[in-house]
């Protein structure tokens, strides 16, 4: 059971890519987000260019430009390791994850339904008769109909490939170029997850070194004061046990003693 728990913490790295600070990273990830945000600020002018742009992707568009604006404040208090800037980049960039996960599930969606009505699976079913050896009639028809018409008998026929055949998700994804999009697409988001767990470590660092040997981070005369002061104490309060280590910081002797997850034994120590 312990093994289990451990398997399944959050990871702590302490490089970026293996080699890199910490901080390196998280400043080249906030450049890649605020790079990525700007670009809905092209969305809305494109508004005046007389585009259709959906309210879906309104809304995406307005999203972006004041998520990009809180990146350019965080930036330069990340610079100089601020613990409520690192804290708050760090729910911020996982909030955004989750928001970008969602508009991609959304778009995805509508994405693979156009391909299926502009690519339906009937016309596989053409290419079995033809490479099985069989002569296709004049007209492909499902069902004949027999309509009357005063004293005429007129024959109907039904369109396989018609009004019949209605667009649906599982046609779309069974395009060939479907999988590879789809492979991209989760190759991005592993990428995406790395750089969440990168700033998440870098945030935490940041916080555990603000600690005093008589204060935690944001207590008292530690970034402790007015609304602040709140905000880092609800943040940290999420998830403490990562922000914190299991047991928090605990006064001992003049100085401040990290939890027990954060000590390593000496060598020699048993």
């Known amino acids: 059971m312990t093994f289990s728990l451990r398997f399944l913490r959050m990871p702590r790295p302490t490089h970026f890519l293996g080699l890199f600070d910490l901080q390196n990273g998280a400043e080249l990830i906030l450049m890649s987000a605020l790079l990525n945000k700007v670009s809905g600020l092209y969305g809305i002018l494109a ?3 007389g585009a259709a742009i959906s309210g879906l992707q309104l809304s995406m568009y307005i999203y972006s430009i004041l998520l990009a604006v809180l990146l350019v404040i965080l930036t330069p208090k990340l610079h100089h390791r601020d613990p409520l800037a690192a804290l708050s980049f760090a729910y911020l960039y996982l909030f955004d994850s989750l928001i970008n996960a969602l508009y991609t599930v959304v778009f995805g969606i509508s994405w693979f339904l156009v391909l299926s009505a ?3 699976l009937s016309s596989a079913a053409k290419t079995i008769d033809e490479t099985a050896g069989f002569t296709s009639p004049v007209y492909n028809v499902t ?3 027999i309509v009357q018409n005063g004293q005429e008998a007129v024959a109907v026929g039904m369109n396989v490939d018609g009004a019949a055949q209605q667009p649906y998700l599982g046609a779309g994804m069974l395009q060939p170029e479907s999988p590879t999009c789809v492979l991209i697409i989760a190759i991005l988001w592993v990428v995406r997850a790395y750089f969440v767990v990168i700033v998440a470590a870098f945030a935490r660092s940041v916080v555990m070194e603000s600690a005093t040997p008589g204060e935690a981070p944001f207590e008292g005369r530690n ?3 007015g609304w602040k002061g709140q ?3 609800a943040l940290v309060k999420v998830g403490r046990s990562y922000w914190v280590g299991k047991d928090g910081w605990v006064p001992l002797g003049g100085k401040f ?3 027990r997850d954060e000590r390593r034994p ?5």
């Open 266 to 270: 000496s060598i020699g120590q048993v």
């Open 257 to 259: 003693r990290r939890s």
């Open 231 to 233: 905000l880092g104490r």
């Open 118 to 120: 502009k690519h339906p």
């Open 143 to 145: 069902n004949v109909e």
């Open 223 to 225: 970034n402790g004061e």
């Open 47 to 49: 508004i005046f260019t």
